[in-house]
C-alpha cells in the first residue's frame, strides 16, 4: 500500500512541475518581438523614420517622426489650432476619435477599430490633460492610451495624426496582451 502511494504521490510531483515549467517569454523577449513587428511594419509599408522632427513641422505621406523618450511614432496629417483660442491647458477635458486601429504584431488579427461613427460609438475617448507625456507622468494618464498624448503638444486641437504606438504606451489590454497598435488616423479636439 505504501509502495502505491509512493508512487502515485511521485507521478503527481513529475505531473506538477511538469506543468509549472512552461516556457513563458520574458519581458524583455517580449520587447525584443515588439522592436521586431515594428520593424517588419515599418518595412512593410514602405515607411521612412525621421530622425529629427520636421522645422517646418509637415511630413510626406510615408514619413514618421520617433520620438526618442517613449518610441511612439507619428505623422501629423494636419495642424490644429495649437495656440490660439483653442489653447491647451492643464487639467482640460480632451477628445478623442480614431479609425484604423490595427494590433499588426499578428497576422492573425486583421480587423481594424474605429470610434469615428457617432452611431455605433456615440461618445469619444475623453481624458483630462495632466502636461506633456513622459515616463515620469504616464501613470497620469492610466486608464487611457498613454501614447495618444506624445504628439498633442505640436497638433493642437483639430489636430490629425498616424501612430504607431508601442505596447509599453497603449492601453491596458494592449500592455497585458504586449501588443503595438497602428492607428490610421487620431483627431484631437477640446473646447475653452
Known amino acids: 500500500m505504501k509502495r502505491i502511494n509512493y508512487i502515485f504521490l511521485s507521478l503527481l510531483g513529475l ?3 511538469g506543468t509549472s515549467c512552461n516556457k513563458q517569454k520574458t519581458y524583455s523577449e517580449r520587447l525584443k518581438d515588439e522592436s521586431k513587428s515594428i520593424d517588419k511594419f515599418i518595412s512593410k509599408n514602405k515607411l521612412v523614420i525621421l530622425k529629427d522632427f520636421p522645422a517646418d513641422g509637415k511630413f510626406k505621406e510615408n514619413e514618421f517622426f520617433r520620438d526618442v523618450a517613449t518610441g511612439v511614432y507619428y505623422n501629423i496629417i ?11 491647458d492643464y487639467g482640460q477635458e480632451v477628445h478623442i476619435r480614431f479609425k484604423g486601429l490595427s494590433y499588426f504584431a499578428s497576422d492573425k ?3 481594424k477599430y474605429d470610434n469615428m461613427d457617432p452611431i455605433r460609438s456615440p461618445f ?9 507625456v513622459n515616463i515620469e507622468t504616464r501613470s497620469l494618464y492610466s486608464g487611457t492610451t498613454p501614447g495618444w498624448f506624445v504628439p498633442l503638444q505640436k497638433v493642437g486641437h ?3 495624426v498616424k ?3 508601442p505596447f509599453t504606451w497603449g492601453s491596458q489590454n494592449e500592455v497585458q496582451s504586449y501588443n503595438p497598435t497602428y492607428y490610421d488616423l487620431v483627431v484631437y479636439n477640446w473646447y475653452n
Open 109 to 111: 488579427d486583421t480587423t
Open 78 to 88: 494636419e495642424t490644429g489650432d495649437t495656440a490660439g483660442v483653442y489653447k491647451l
Open 124 to 132: 469619444p475617448e475623453t481624458f483630462t490633460y495632466r502636461g506633456p
Open 15 to 17: 505531473l506538477i512541475i
Open 158 to 160: 483639430n489636430g490629425r
Open 163 to 165: 501612430m504607431i504606438i
